[in-house]
């Protein structure tokens, strides 16, 4: 059980835990490739965008880059042409993709215990419109373009936890870290010894498999809030 007195700050995953990534990246997919991949089903689609999401990753290149070679590497995979601009406009999408309904409250109420920090597998420019969506201020933001790398990167954790001791003055034993991919946050943060709570909202389609164990385990970050505010 953990005791949430023994934290100073919450780093968060964005895509997957604040914003609804699944539902962004398959409307996303729908505009750039339109009827070719009718026949896949949303699950389908997923696994194919997680396979070639992550191999698109290195050498690192920013997230639009990443995300329009990821289009063309589904494309081919499936057979369709992708034009340039499709590619393009697949890796703007990061733009329009949704928060989930109970992401700004619950970011809201923490916010009044906790420091609040995102370490997001994203661009600034990019990141800085979900934060938007998302109507918080984070207390510190830490980007893979900030790392030149993305999670599960061993080093963006470092890099996050280096900034926030400059920063904010709290060092890596007063941090929790809240993600929903096992694959890109838990493996990785508990690798190194941090204390995680999993926010599973969902099938974590999006991202390759992993194995981990996280400390603590809520279906959303509404849960999550409450649980913390009784404690």
Sequence with gaps: MINYDDFDAL?????????????????????????????????QLLARFAHHEHAAEVPYKNYREVLGLTSRMLAGELGLEISPEQEAAFGASVLDWPAFPDSHEALASLQKRYKLVVITNCDDDL??????????????????????????????????????????????????????????????????????????????????????????????MKSFAESVTEF
């Design 127 to 220: 990141f800085a419109a979900s934060a938007a969506r998302l109507g918080i201020t984070f207390d510190e933001v830490i980007t893979a373009a900030q790392v030149g790398s993305y999670k599960p990167n061993i080093e963006n954790f470092h890099f996050a936890h280096e900034k926030i001791q400059r920063t904010l003055g709290i060092s890596k034993d007063r941090i929790l870290h809240v993600a929903q991919s096992l694959f890109h946050d838990h493996a990785p943060a508990k690798s190194i010894g941090m204390t995680t709570v999993h926010i599973k909202r969902r099938g974590n389609g999006a991202a390759p498999q992993a194995s981990a164990a996280p400390d603590a385990v809520f279906a959303d």
């Design 11 to 43: 780093t968060f995953d964005c895509y997957g835990t604040l914003i609804d990534w699944e539902s962004g990246i398959l409307s996303g997919l729908k505009v750039a490739l339109g009827s070719g991949i009718e026949a896949e089903s949303d699950a």
